[in-house]
């Protein structure tokens, strides 16, 4: 067998079968420095974004400590989603696939939407590993069908969207429940404020380990920017739509209100669309997200929920119908397209409110492309800020004019006159300098 990277680990031998299936060579950054904390059961908090490979940063270790024999809880796993706590289940079971029968370690995942009596009468063997939405592994905490005081590892998967979708409770009373030496690894894409005081109530001086993105947003994506100019956003995203035609886009809006007009619209329209966002039931979830694993959809209209914990293969576009009150939130968007090395297209709708939040994207390394719908067409429109930069320009210039031209000391009759003439002058040859070096 092929020697990998991840020799050095020593993992057990069902672990480097699973690796060597899943076609691993060498660990991510994010595994490389966060596999030994965990073997090493370091509690820790890995800053980094999605895709950078940190569900196996800890599901790895965590297979690694598991003790077969011991037919008890050892490791809490939760995540803000029923679609990632699923997804990360599923990472699971592939590896634990290749287990010998007479040390197989069990792994269970428990979310809403699913039969909680049935699940509680399942729950007379405990499993070796709990997968879960927070609210649902704390219901069954407290009926006294799951017991986790015998886990001291827990990891927080995505924290910052379990603090934002009001998750943090509930993980903070699992915390309380489980061991009293408690190992926490917490994964975020970002470390909000409001987050930190309970970091530091479970976590006593936790090593810090932040994964910088090494592009701002992957390579192959384009970004466009198109501006609204007063007229019907709807209408603007369904014409962008029609002439992009994607093999399936993803429209993201901020608010759930607005997410159902515009996928409502869209639907009269004719066009095939999906929508996601945190209204819908857990079965209209479900059958929604079987329906877009099938390729029903064209079109998915969501809000940040689908950014992040959910995994849509094929988005080949997406679309910013307004542009997020979190600017981090733009990185998940676009990130739903370009991935596997394909290629993707990022669109954004803008208002002449947006310009401050535009500068700052630009200022961390996004590079937008200029256009317009004109005649259902796309056609580059160049700079975004023409009038403004060339009023810049003409200010800039007429300061340096200035700064030439000193005011005399003795000043005669007519000076500024003169010295207007002179300032025209230099800005003159100023422009001519500035024309020829474009």
Do not use: W
């Amino acid at each position: 067998m092929k020697k990998t990277k991840f020799e050095r680990y020593e993992f057990k031998p069902f672990i480097m079968d699973a690796i060597h299936e899943l076609g691993f060579q060498e660990p991510t950054e994010i595994q490389e420095r966060m596999i030994p904390l965990m073997l090493k059961e370091e509690s820790t908090i890995g800053q980094s974004q999605t895709g950078t490979g940190k569900t196996h940063a800890y599901i790895l270790p965590i297979l690694q400590k598991i003790d077969p024999e011991k037919k008890e809880v050892q490791a809490v796993i939760t995540a803000p989603t029923r679609e990632l706590a699923d997804q990360i289940y599923r990472e699971i079971l592939k590896v634990t696939a290749h287990c010998h029968p007479d040390e197989e370690i069990t792994a269970r995942v428990y979310m809403g939407g699913t039969d909680k009596q049935r699940t509680i009468d399942k729950l007379k063997v405990q499993p070796h590993i709990v997968v879960g939405t927070p609210g649902r592994i704390n219901d069954l905490i407290k009926e006294q069908a799951l017991v986790v005081f015998t886990a001291d590892i827990l990891v927080v998967d995505e924290a910052d969207l379990v603090l934002d979708m009001g998750f943090i409770e509930d993980v903070d009373m699992i915390a309380s429940r489980m061991a009293e030496r408690l190992h926490m690894f917490v994964f975020s894409a970002t470390i909000p404020e409001k987050l930190k005081p309970f970091l530091k109530k479970y976590m006593e001086n936790p090593k810090y380990i932040h994964i910088a993105p090494k592009h701002i947003a992957a390579e192959k994506i384009e970004h466009l920017l198109l501006p609204s100019r007063h007229r019907n956003k709807i209408e603007l995203t369904y014409t962008a739509l029609k002439q992009l035609n994607p093999y399936m886009a993803i429209v993201f809006t901020n608010t759930k209100k607005n997410a159902d007009e515009v996928a409502d619209a869209l639907l009269q329209k004719g066009m095939k669309v999906g929508r996601i966002h945190g209204d819908l039931t857990p079965r209209e979830r479900k059958k929604m997200m079987k329906q877009v694993k099938d390729l029903e959809f064209q079109y998915i209209v969501a809000t940040d929920l689908a950014a992040r914990g959910i995994d849509i293969e094929g988005v080949s576009h997406v679309i910013n119908y307004e542009l997020p009150d979190d600017l981090d939130f733009y990185v998940h968007r676009v990130g739903r397209t370009a991935r596997a090395g394909f290629s993707g297209i990022a669109l954004t709708i803008y208002d002449l409110s947006d310009e401050d939040a535009l500068n700052k994207l630009e200022k961390i390394g996004i590079k937008f492309k200029n256009v317009d719908l004109q005649k259902g067409e796309f056609v580059d429109i160049g700079e975004r800020n023409k009038r403004k930069n060339r009023q810049k320009q003409n200010d800039e210039t007429k300061d340096k004019a200035k700064a030439f031209v000193r005011k005399p000391n003795k000043v005669k009759p007519g000076y500024k006159k003169r010295m207007q003439a002179e300032v025209e002058k230099i800005e003159k040859r100023q422009r001519r300098l500035n024309r020829g070096n474009k």
